[in-house]
C-alpha cells in the first residue's frame, strides 16, 4: 500500500514537474511581445490590415473563362515585432508576413480556355505564334535575349520540322515552348479525335527537337470549339488565347503597332504577336514602354503561376 502511494505521488509530482518545465521550454520570446502594451506592438496591430492580402482561387470566369489564382499573405504580428523593436521604431519594410496558398489551383478545374493571368498580377506575356516569318525571328530573339524578356512561343510542327535550328535557338534561351497545332489548321471545325490526331503529330515533332513536354497550346487564328480544349486537356496541355493582339500579321506602321498595345495594356495581358517585319522593328520600344508603365514581362508560365 505504502509502496502504490509512493509511486502514485512519484507520478505525480513528475507529471507536473514536465508540465512546468515544458512551458518554460515551449514559451516563445514573444508570447511576452503579445502580451505587452507596447504602443509599437499596438502600431502594428493598427497599421496591418493594409498590408494584408486574400488569397484567391483558380476559377472559371464568365467571360476570362479559366483564370489562376494568386496567393495571399497575413502579417506575423510577434515576429514584426520583433523586428521592428531591435531597430527602435515602426517601419513597414519590417513587417514579417506568412503566405496563404489558394484552395484551388487551374489543375483542379476542368478543361476551359485561358485568356490572361490574374488581374492583380503586374506582369504581361508575350505570346508568339510561329507558322511562318523565320525570316524575322533571329532579330527577335535577339531583341528579347538584350532585354533580358523570356516568352513563349507557340510553334507549328511543320514550321519546326523545317527550322529545326531555330526552335533549338529559342529553347537554348530559355523561352517556353508551346504548340501552333500542325500545318495551321482550322481547329474550330475538328472533332476531338481529329484535334486530337493534329496535336499529337505537332507535339511529337517538338518533343523530338526539344525533348521537352508541350505544356500549353495556341490554336491557329484562335479558331477552337470545346472538343479542341478536351483534346488537348487530354495530352496534358491548356489551351491559350490572348486578351491584346499587335495585328501584326496586316503590317501595320510601327507607331499603331505600339499604340495598339499600350492603349490596351493590363494587369495579367496576353500579347499576341508574330514574326514580322513590323513586330521585329517595334519589339524593343514595346518592351521599353511595357516596362516604363510598371509592368514586368514574364513568360507565360510565371504569368499564370499563383506568385504575385
Known amino acids: 500500500?505504502?509502496?502504490?502511494?509512493?509511486?502514485?505521488?512519484?507520478?505525480?509530482?513528475?507529471?507536473?514537474?514536465?508540465?512546468?518545465?515544458?512551458?518554460?521550454?515551449?514559451?516563445?520570446?514573444?508570447?511576452?511581445?503579445?502580451?505587452?502594451?507596447?504602443?509599437?506592438?499596438?502600431?502594428?496591430?493598427?497599421?496591418?490590415?493594409?498590408?494584408?492580402?486574400?488569397?484567391?482561387?483558380?476559377?472559371?470566369?464568365?467571360?476570362?473563362?479559366?483564370?489562376?489564382g494568386i496567393v495571399g499573405r497575413k502579417v506575423d504580428v510577434d515576429a514584426s515585432y520583433k523586428k521592428m523593436k531591435k531597430k527602435g521604431n515602426f517601419d513597414e519594410n519590417l513587417f514579417v508576413y506568412k503566405l496563404i496558398q489558394p484552395k484551388v489551383s487551374l489543375n483542379d478545374l476542368p478543361a476551359s480556355p485561358i485568356y490572361r493571368g490574374h488581374p492583380d498580377k503586374e506582369m504581361v506575356a508575350f505570346l508568339i505564334n510561329v507558322s511562318w516569318g523565320e525570316e524575322y525571328l533571329p532579330g527577335m530573339i535577339e531583341t528579347l535575349a538584350k532585354h533580358q524578356v523570356k516568352a513563349t512561343f507557340f510553334i507549328d510542327g511543320a514550321f519546326a520540322n523545317d527550322f529545326t535550328d531555330l526552335v533549338q535557338i529559342i529553347e537554348e534561351q530559355g523561352h517556353t515552348l508551346g504548340s501552333h497545332g500542325y500545318q495551321h489548321k482550322d481547329m474550330g471545325k475538328m472533332s476531338k479525335s481529329e484535334a486530337k490526331l493534329n496535336l499529337e503529330q505537332a507535339d511529337e515533332m517538338l518533343f523530338a527537337l526539344t525533348k521537352t513536354k508541350i505544356k500549353y497550346f495556341a490554336p491557329p487564328s484562335g479558331s477552337y470549339n470545346q472538343m479542341t480544349v478536351e483534346?488537348?486537356?487530354?495530352?496534358?496541355?491548356?489551351?491559350?488565347?490572348?486578351?491584346?493582339?499587335?495585328?501584326?500579321?496586316?503590317?501595320?506602321?510601327?507607331?499603331?503597332?505600339?499604340?495598339r498595345v499600350m492603349s490596351k495594356l493590363h494587369n495579367g495581358a496576353t500579347i499576341l504577336m508574330h514574326p514580322t517585319e513590323v513586330t521585329e522593328s517595334s519589339l524593343s520600344d514595346l518592351i521599353k514602354q511595357i516596362k516604363k508603365e510598371g509592368y514586368r514581362i514574364g513568360s507565360l508560365p510565371i504569368l499564370l503561376s499563383e506568385e504575385r
Do not use: C, H
Open 231 to 259: 483534346a488537348a486537356s487530354d495530352l496534358g496541355m491548356e489551351t491559350i488565347l490572348w486578351t491584346v493582339d499587335t495585328i501584326d500579321w496586316q503590317k501595320p506602321t510601327k507607331e499603331v503597332l505600339l499604340q
Open 1 to 68: 500500500m505504502k509502496l502504490r502511494t509512493v509511486l502514485i505521488i512519484s507520478m505525480s509530482f513528475f507529471f507536473f514537474l514536465g508540465i512546468g518545465l515544458a512551458y518554460l521550454v515551449q514559451k516563445p520570446a514573444d508570447f511576452t511581445a503579445s502580451q505587452n502594451k507596447d504602443p509599437l506592438y499596438l502600431k502594428i496591430l493598427e497599421e496591418k490590415d493594409e498590408y494584408e492580402w486574400e488569397a484567391q482561387n483558380a476559377r472559371i470566369d464568365s467571360v476570362w473563362k479559366k483564370t489562376p
